[in-house]
């Protein structure tokens, strides 16, 4: 009973109860606890965050501008190559030009077979992973340094091939060997002699004796002396089974063995030998066949 007069009622609460509230209790005081903890780590490196994150900031920047470096180097790439395409194209056109024929066999420019490669990819979002780009970098320097060597070959046939070329026009008669007046044509003719018909395998032109004889192409003299029907003569080899042979001279003004240039003067014109008057016995010969000597002269 309690001081105003009414009975006190005592309320039992079950140990088990008290025990789970115990044990509640006591959790909820650790996972308070861990969240302290956890507040305190994070409040402690938050800064650490912040920097961290400012680092990445400018990795990214550091990426994006190296990767920019990449298809600046692809694309130099891709100018080199259209360099490389545009010599190989001015090269055909002057094989076609001189006639001069290929022959440096190979697969192809690039040497991978068929067309030439397509331009590398330089607009990439700067985003995105460039390892496929650098890739196909690797491949293409690869193809243009034996694009390169093939093309430095290329070039050393086509100079060889314009060299001969070059040699075989300054070896090939071009000019007249004298001046002066065609008095018989390569051919058939009525002989001044016997009258009968035969073949004349040579040019005549006639001029007054002492006029300059010249050679009419690049070669080396094979022949000084008198030849009886063709009195003083001079032979030249200019290569390639090209002959000239010059008769009845004044005078000869080579000798045996000596190279002469187009234009330069080797004799006189002259009457020595059988001859009717003054003038210039001109063959050109081909492989041993004489040929029309008007066929090679320009001027």
């Known amino acids: 009973m309690n001081n105003t007069g009414s009975t006190a009622r005592q309320i039992t609460v079950p140990k ?22 956890d507040y305190t780590h994070l409040k402690r490196i938050a800064p650490d965050v912040g920097s961290l994150n400012v680092k990445i900031a400018g990795y990214e920047d550091t990426i994006q501008g190296q990767r920019q470096h990449i298809q600046e ?45 397509e331009d590398l990819e330089t607009k990439i979002p700067l985003t995105l992973d460039h390892s496929s780009l650098l890739r196909d970098m690797h491949e ?19 100079i060889n091939g314009l060299q001969d070329k070059q040699n075989l026009l300054a070896a090939t008669p071009a000019i007249q060997p004298s001046s002066g007046w065609v008095t018989s044509d390569f051919g058939y003719r009525k002989s001044p002699f016997t009258g ?3 073949f004349h395998n040579a040019l005549d032109i006639a001029n007054q004796e002492g ?23 001079i032979v030249i080899d200019h290569g390639y089974g090209i002959v000239t042979r010059y008769g009845h001279l004044k005078a000869i003004l080579i000798k045996r063995g000596q190279t002469v240039k187009r234009g330069d003067p080797i004799g006189l014109l002259g009457s020595t030998g059988r001859t009717t008057g003054p003038h210039l016995h001109y063959e050109v010969q081909l492989n041993g066949v004489n040929v029309n000597p008007k066929k090679y002269i320009l001027n």
């Open 16 to 37: 088990s109860v008290v025990g789970i509230c115990s044990i509640v209790l006591a959790v909820c005081f650790i996972f308070l606890g861990w969240e302290v903890v």
């Open 73 to 117: 180097l692809a694309g130099e790439i891709n100018v080199i190559k259209s360099k490389l395409v545009s010599l190989n194209q001015f090269e055909e056109k002057i094989r076609i030009i001189a006639n001069i024929q290929n022959t440096h066999e190979q697969e192809s420019f690039f040497g991978i077979g068929g067309a030439f490669s």
């Open 140 to 158: 293409r320097v690869g193809q243009l340094d034996m694009a390169s060597s093939n093309q430095e070959i290329g070039f050393d046939t086509l």
């Open 196 to 198: 009968k018909r035969v």
């Open 211 to 233: 006029t300059p004889v010249i050679a009419s192409a690049d070669g080396m003299v094979t022949f000084v002396g008198e030849e009886m029907l063709l009195g003083n003569l």
